[in-house]
């Protein structure tokens, strides 16, 4: 099984890290969160963490249009579409 995808919920330091070095390393990153502003956050500190990258591991581009984010409403439920074991 290829992984072709990676999803992240929470839009805080730690999922905007996760999402940042996915990203980096060529995924397609969903990152989920219940707060609109967190996710903008989060993608502006992506954004500007990108630029500061050293110039070998810079990517221009790529890595942030790899990132999509969903607004989830609090109590909303969703099953997984797949279960990995």
């Known amino acids: ?3 072709e ?3 992240v919920i929470g ?5 905007n890290g996760i999402a940042h070095v996915c990203a980096l ?3 397609d ?12 956050k989060a993608r ?13 591991w810079a990517r ?6 790899a990132i999509s984010t969903v607004r989830r409403r609090a ?3 969703r099953k997984p579409t797949r279960t990995l074991r």
């Open 5 to 7: 995808k990676i999803g």
């Open 60 to 65: 221009p581009g790529r890595p942030l249009s």
């Open 25 to 27: 390393a060529g995924y």
């Open 75 to 77: 109590g909303s439920s």
């Open 44 to 56: 502006a500190t992506i954004e500007r963490n990108l630029n500061r990258q050293p110039k070998p």
């Open 29 to 40: 990153v969903v990152m989920e969160d219940i707060n609109a502003e967190a996710l903008g």
């Open 11 to 15: 839009a805080g330091q730690m999922g």
């Open 1 to 3: 099984m290829k992984i």
